[in-house]
Nanobody
Framework: QVQLVESGGGDVQTGGSLRLSCVGS????????MGWYRQAPGKQREWVAV????????YSDSVKGRFTIFTVNAAKNTVFLQMNSLKPEDTGVYYC???????????WGQGTQVTVSS
């Protein structure tokens, strides 16, 4: 079964840091991108960051300079999101996303909760 599993969420105070992890398992072939989205209560899911198979990264303006997306071994289908200088508006459920295969199939993880208190 192909799946993404996130971990690393939790509760933190303003200015704190968290590192999220996303591990893909199963037959994930020809990975194009891995990225992170988030959904705050009562809001739509929004894109946060992306890492391409070529190593290019991109970030939403709201997290640029504070968050870093990276992998230590792309072959293991693992991506991390280092979140620094967290703000209450960063609160939400964070979802890992992967686009893979010749059909550009999209995978989602189950989400991990991040809560930043002031």
């Amino acid at each position: 079964q192909v799946q993404l599993v996130e971990s690393g969420g939790g509760d933190v105070q303003t200015g704190g840091s968290l590192r999220l992890s996303c591990v893909g398992s199963g037959s994930i072939s020809s990975l194009h991108t891995m990225g992170w989205y988030r959904q705050a209560p009562g809001k739509q899911r929004e894109w946060v960051a992306v890492l391409t198979s070529g190593g290019t990264t991109n970030y939403s303006d709201s997290v640029k300079g504070r968050f870093t997306i990276f992998t230590v071994n792309a072959a293991k289908n693992t991506v991390f999101l280092q979140m620094n200088s967290l703000k209450p508006e960063d609160t939400g459920v964070y979802y890992c996303n992967a686009v893979h295969g010749w059909q550009s199939s999209v995978l989602w993880g189950q989400g991990t909760q991040v809560t930043v208190s002031s």
